[in-house]
């Protein structure tokens, strides 16, 4: 599991000139089991987005076609995890 921390690196007037393909490529993304959450840091300084993937090299191949990295609007942190526990509660409220 990862979690990638994206901070904006540009002004937020240009984060939103490319905001509908960043959304465009998540929603194709969580359509290919990709992504388990995602969305805006607040204050609005970036954004979190929770990857499922095999390992950093398929994170890196998802990461690269973001329209936010394309366009340099965002810098990359990429943590790796092992989730241990969970809230069944929490889940089923994130879930649906």
């Not at 490529?25 to 959450?37: C, N, R, S, V, W």
């Amino acid at each position: 599991m990862f979690i990638a921390i994206l901070t904006y690196k540009k002004p937020l007037e240009e984060v939103d000139r490319h905001l509908q393909a960043h959304r465009d490529y998540l929603a194709e993304h969580y359509t290919a089991g990709d992504l388990i959450m995602s969305g805006p840091r607040t204050p609005r300084v970036g954004g979190a987005i929770m990857i499922k993937a095999e390992n950093r090299a398929a994170v890196d191949a998802i990461i690269a076609q973001d329209p936010f990295n394309i366009n340099g609007i965002a810098d990359y942190q990429i943590v790796e995890f092992t989730p241990t526990m969970f809230s069944t509660d929490n889940l089923k409220m994130i879930l649906g």
